[in-house]
């Protein structure tokens, strides 16, 4: 029993006294993470999205928070706004990871004369303590600060007020 105890605190990385209090901790975050599957699992498409888009000054904006969506799967649901967002339209999405945040934004090839991905990213970030860039259709950016999006949000829709 004391080889198998000890066995099992090294598989753990825990002291043979501490065993119990370790698996609870783990069975805590199994069930954590299982929450956080089933959550991501529910598949958000571009068509979903695109039914919160408003009207601002000719332009149709989307700007939308995922919960729990990874960066990478954040890049495919904006493949999906963006084949279905064709002209006037510009589409910022943000995401939240290990407490850090993620942004996309895309401007449709129309658009590039009164903006453009790269520059409205710069401004979009900062509320978020971040910086990014990219190519004139679409920009990522990252930032430090999860409670900054939705003002960024804001200073989106005010420069494409303006």
Known sequence: QRAEAAALAGLLKSKPGQLAERVQTLQ???????????KAA???TGADLLRRAEEVNGVRLLAARLEN???KALREIMDDV???LSSAGVACLATVEDG???LLLYVSKDLHGRFTAPALIKEVAAPCGGAGGGRP???QAGGT?????DEAFA????LIEK
């Open 28 to 38: 805590t975050e199994v069930k954590k993470m299982r929450k956080a599957s089933e």
């Open 42 to 44: 529910a598949p958000v």
């Open 69 to 71: 969506v990874p960066v």
């Open 82 to 84: 963006r084949s279905r």
């Open 100 to 102: 850090k945040v993620g």
């Open 137 to 139: 259709d679409l920009a």
């Open 145 to 149: 600060r999860p409670e900054g999006i």
């Open 155 to 158: 200073v989106l829709k005010t």
